[in-house]
């Protein structure tokens, strides 16, 4: 079945670094199927270059690699401070190995062989996550609350508010869907990177630390809403 081409602007760029030529076909096939513009190298080098000239939605980075190792490139574009979300693609599968990519600043790791379903989804799960992070301008407000982006500074009432980094990006993501209902599998998924979802308290967790930092009355809070049976809402 053919599917509609997504408009110019929609279209998310990829870059796929796998020096094994009919997987780099293969991943290059699947990827401009599901609408994605794709550009394909065999070496870390040349994603390292293709990445300096050109902005990506995603990496898709295979490890054993000539030259340059996948952990390698990894480690110099998280040190240059380059953001794009990487996916690690490896057939290594100790422990060791996916702690150490995760460590150097990858995003999520896939085990070769791979379902191609899967790592579609993966894929799709970590351009939405990219897509919530813009946030036009560098700050944004509401109420007595202040978010500074690029300094990751929150201030109330003038006052630096100490957030961890993940509670950062829950406040981010929050007002990033502000006046909308997000569900605790959404934010599961969006903000903690769980690709598979289970029954867990910690998202309540989060939200209760985020009001006790942020709202006047924490028990009865006027900017995070709880919406029974489904999530949270940001009122702003």
């Given at each position: ?63 054993m690699l000539p030259g340059m190792s996948g952990f390698e490139v990894c480690q110099t574009l998280r040190a240059r401070g380059t953001r794009v979300p990487i996916i690690v693609l490896t057939a ?112 309540d967790n989060y939200v209760a630390k985020l009001r006790t930092q942020l709202e006047a009355k924490p028990h009865e809070p006027r900017y995070i809403i ?11």
């Open positions: 079945m053919n599917r509609p081409a997504p408009r110019q602007d929609e279209v998310r760029h990829i870059l796929v670094v796998e020096d094994e030529p009919q997987l780099r076909s293969m991943l290059t096939d699947n990827l401009e199927f599901e609408g994605y513009s794709v550009t394909a190298v065999a070496s870390g080098e040349e994603g390292l270059s293709a990445l300096a000239h050109q902005a990506f939605a995603l990496l898709l980075l295979d490890v290594r599968t100790h422990e060791r190995d996916r702690v150490k990519g995760l460590d150097l600043g990858a995003d999520d790791y896939v085990s070769k062989p791979f379902s191609v379903r899967e790592l579609l989804a993966r894929v799709r799960a970590q351009v939405r996550r990219d897509d919530w992070h813009t946030i036009p301008g560098e700050e944004f407000s509401f109420g007595d609350i202040v978010v500074k982006l690029q300094q990751r500074l929150v201030m109330r009432k003038g006052r630096r508010v100490a957030l961890s980094a993940r509670e950062f990006e829950l406040l981010r993501y929050l007002f990033a869907h502000r006046n909308e209902v997000v569900s605790r599998e959404q934010l599961l998924r969006d903000v903690w990177g769980y690709s598979q979802l289970s029954i867990t308290r910690t998202v709880t919406v029974h049976g489904t999530g949270y809402q940001l009122l702003v």
